[in-house]
């Protein structure tokens, strides 16, 4: 699950997505991402207009606060985040 600022990042959205899949019986693990910009020099060397700009990472912190709020039971989660992206 992506974790986007201002679209996907409320505590309200994640509560109720990982409620959702915690009953699906396919579900074992859910992998927690953080929303990065990437993609941003390909949109400049491309002259493309970029929707998610000035939309910025979540910090460590809002990724461990998210973490922190599956329902209980969930499936295992990992907090996605290698550093490179931020």
Not at 15 to 43: F, M, Q
Not at 48 to 72: C, F, K, Q, V, W
């Amino acid at each position: 699950m992506f974790i986007i600022p201002t679209i996907t990042a409320t505590q309200k959205n994640i509560i109720d997505i990982l409620e959702y899949v915690t009953n699906l019986t396919s579900i074992v693990h859910i992998n927690l991402s953080p929303y990065h910009r990437i993609a941003e020099g390909k949109y400049q060397k491309l002259g493309l207009r970029n929707n998610m700009a000035g939309i910025h990472p979540p910090t460590d912190e809002d990724m461990g606060r998210y973490g922190n709020s599956l329902p209980n039971p969930a499936p295992p989660y990992t907090l996605a985040d290698d550093g490179i992206y931020r």
